[in-house]
């Protein structure tokens, strides 16, 4: 049960990538919340998992060896391989300690080094809640930086300011407002997680450039909204600033992955989704949760089991 309930997880970390192409069918709203929820859902359930098969060891090494030896009587005909699985899971847990504690570290000093760079800038106004900072910088680029006491900065480029409209700026200002409004660093900085964590599971990886491109999609839809000239104008921009990669855990207008899917997006306003799209998107994920559930309720009482019996047994 426990190698179901892993290969139910990373069956939700390989959805996003496998389900793009019908998940383009959907608002980028929905579809980037159902992305994060898949690689949210399947990080929990392949960790947990992993963590189960593990626990014998890492009981046996804090010094519960009676724990340890339970453990290893109740867990041991429920996954295969014994000893090369449990080495094998003890590699994977102490790896995703240290993988996902760099993952946060990186995504911090991403917005400390934002921030840094803001200090040369210059205050030009706001956009909504947020400053808008202009970089001297000739490089074309935007991003928006989360966090301070204002909620948020939006840093534009001296590059983009020169190269852009004042219409087309506006809307450069309200696809990062978007980012920031709708929090979109919380997505980003799981994305970043997975993808240090399971760095062993290629699909991951994709599934990640997918709920990145439907970020930016999604803040797209929300800076042009359904006005074909707001949309065209906002191609326009991409079209010229696109190019100048950001840090992975900061949301940018210029991110040239899925340029041309963002590109061919705005060409057409959008409409409304039907609802077989909708069926052949969840369908899968339901499919995989209904087996997990299953799976994870027969794990359930062994679970409990070792949450409970620190308190109550003792090492010899």
């Known amino acids: 049960m ?27 709203g929905p579809w980037s919340v159902l992305c994060a929820l898949g690689l949210l859902v399947g990080a929990t359930l392949a960790l947990g998992s992993v963590l189960l098969i593990a626990a014998p060891p890492i009981f046996d090494a804090v010094g519960l060896h009676a724990v340890a030896r339970t453990c290893q009587q109740m867990l041991g005909n429920l996954y295969p391989g ?72 939006m840093l534009i480029s001296r590059g983009v300011v ?34 240090e964590v399971f760095w062993f599971w290629p699909p991951s990886k994709g599934s990640t450039r997918t709920l990145r491109l439907a970020l930016e999609r999604w803040a797209d839809e929300v800076a042009a909204g359904d006005s074909s000239e707001s949309r065209g104008r906002l191609r326009g921009a991409l079209l010229l600033v696109a190019g100048v990669a950001p840090p992975t855990s900061l ?10 899917e963002r590109l061919n997006a705005l060409e057409t306003c959008p409409r409304r989704t039907h609802l077989g799209w909708w069926l052949l998107v969840l369908a899968p994920g339901i499919l995989v949760g209904l087996v997990a559930v299953y799976a994870s309720s027969r794990l359930g009482h062994q679970a409990y089991c070792l949450m409970t019996m620190p308190g109550r047994c003792r090492s010899p």
Do not use: W
């Open 2 to 28: 426990i190698l179901i309930v892993t290969l139910a997880g990373l069956g939700f970390l390989t959805m996003p990538l496998a389900m793009r192409r019908i998940g383009r069918q959907l608002r980028p």
């Open 82 to 153: 014994g000893l090369v699985s449990t080495t094998l899971a003890v590699v994977v847990v102490l790896s995703a300690g240290g993988l996902g504690g760099k993952a946060l570290i990186q995504a911090h000093r991403s917005v400390r080094q934002a921030r840094a760079g803001s200090s040369v800038s210059t205050r030009v106004g706001r956009h909504g809640l947020f400053e808008i900072l202009v970089v001297p910088d000739d490089r074309r680029f935007a991003m928006s930086v989360p966090g301070g006491r204002c909620g948020g900065q």
């Open 162 to 195: 020169n190269a852009l409209s004042p219409s087309e700026l506006e809307l450069v200002c309200a696809h990062e407002a978007a980012h920031l409004s709708l929090g979109h660093r919380r997505y980003l900085v799981l994305a970043l997680f997975v993808e």
């Open 251 to 260: 949301a940018a207008f210029s991110a040239v992955d899925g340029l041309m």
